[in-house]
Each structure stands twice: as structure tokens, then as C-alpha cells.
């Protein structure tokens, strides 16, 4: 069955860094697309980063220029390398894949502090 397993999130100061890991199994990992999303208390999940198969990202307004999402497809996993961390970061951070439908894992928390 699918799994995703996000790990790295933490307390950090204002202007900070993180990066977020997150490994996979359960599908063939190199063939799909990886999502990183984070939902903020009382809001919506919302999309924070993207990369294809064949490398290709994509990035919300909010994360362009201080995140970076990559993936190794060897050890199946995704990262999220988060710079310059602001405190409206502050979230639950998902690893997400959609096939039929959506699969994510437990989350992990980030908290920046001002």
C-alpha cells in the first residue's frame, strides 16, 4: 500500500531553515509527480511546491525564491529545502501523490517563531 513518511519539521527563528523529507513507498515513485502542501491552523491545505518525474518544479507564489523542492528518485524520497523562513510559514507540512486519488502522509510541523 501506499506510504509517505514526512520527517524534518521543527521550531525555528525567523529567517531560518528546515529542510523537510519525506520517503515513499507502495508505487513506482520515479514515474509520478510529488507534492509538498502545507495547511495553516483554521485554513485550507494548500499547494507549496511540485516536481515531475522528469525533474520539472513548480512553486507557489509564497515559496518562490526561498524554497526548493527535489527528489531522489533512488532512495525514494522528496525533499522541501526551506530558506529565510518567515513566521506566516508556520504550518503543517504533507507529502502528497495523487493516483486515483489523493495519498498523504501524517504531516510534519513547522513553527517559526518571530
Excluded: H
Excluded at 507557489?60 to 518567515?86: E, P, W
Excluded at 513566521?87 to 510534519?108: H, I, K, M, N
Aim: with cysteine; net charge positive.
Amino acid at each position: 500500500q501506499v506510504r509517505l513518511v514526512e520527517s524534518g519539521g521543527g521550531l525555528v527563528q525567523a529567517g531560518g531553515s528546515l529542510r523537510l523529507s519525506c520517503a515513499a513507498s507502495g508505487f513506482i515513485f520515479s514515474g509520478n509527480t510529488m507534492y509538498w502542501y502545507r495547511q495553516a491552523p483554521g485554513k485550507q491545505r494548500d499547494l507549496v511546491a511540485s516536481i515531475t518525474s522528469g525533474g520539472n518544479t513548480n512553486y507557489a507564489d509564497s515559496a518562490k525564491g526561498r524554497f526548493t523542492i527535489s527528489r531522489d528518485n533512488a532512495k525514494n524520497t522528496v525533499y522541501l529545502q526551506m530558506n529565510n523562513l518567515k513566521p506566516e510559514d508556520t504550518a503543517v507540512y504533507y507529502c502528497g501523490y495523487r493516483a486515483s486519488r489523493w495519498y498523504w502522509g501524517q504531516g510534519t510541523q513547522v513553527t517559526v517563531s518571530s
